[in-house]
C-alpha cells in the first residue's frame, strides 16, 4: 500500500510539475513566436527595399545608358564633320596652286 501511495503521489507531482512549467513556458512561447513573426516582416521588408533599389538603380542606369548612346552619336557626327573637313582642305586648299 505505502508502494500505491508512493506512486500516486508521484504522478500527482508530475502532473502538478508539468502544468507548472507549461505555464511557465507558454508566455515564453508567446514571445518567441512574436519574436519570429517580426523578424519575418522584417526579412520581407528587406527583400522589398532591396527589390526598390535595384529597380532605382536600373531605371538610373537606364538614363546614363542613354546619355552614353546620345555622346557617342555625337562624337560620331563630329568625327565625321572633321573627316569631310580635312578631305575639303586637302583637295581644295592644299592643291592649289599659287
Known amino acids: 500500500m505505502d508502494q500505491e501511495l508512493l506512486n500516486a503521489l508521484r504522478q500527482v507531482f508530475r502532473e502538478e510539475l508539468r502544468d507548472e512549467l507549461q505555464k511557465e513556458l507558454d508566455p515564453i512561447k508567446e514571445r518567441l513566436d512574436a519574436v519570429v513573426e517580426q523578424l519575418d516582416r522584417m526579412e520581407r521588408a ?44 586637302a583637295s581644295h586648299i592644299l592643291h592649289e596652286k599659287p
Open 46 to 89: 528587406q527583400a522589398e527595399d532591396v527589390v526598390a533599389m535595384l529597380g532605382h538603380l536600373n531605371n538610373k542606369l537606364e538614363v546614363i545608358r542613354h546619355d552614353v548612346e546620345f555622346v557617342a552619336k555625337e562624337q560620331g557626327a563630329i568625327r565625321l564633320e572633321i573627316d569631310r573637313s580635312k578631305r575639303y582642305v
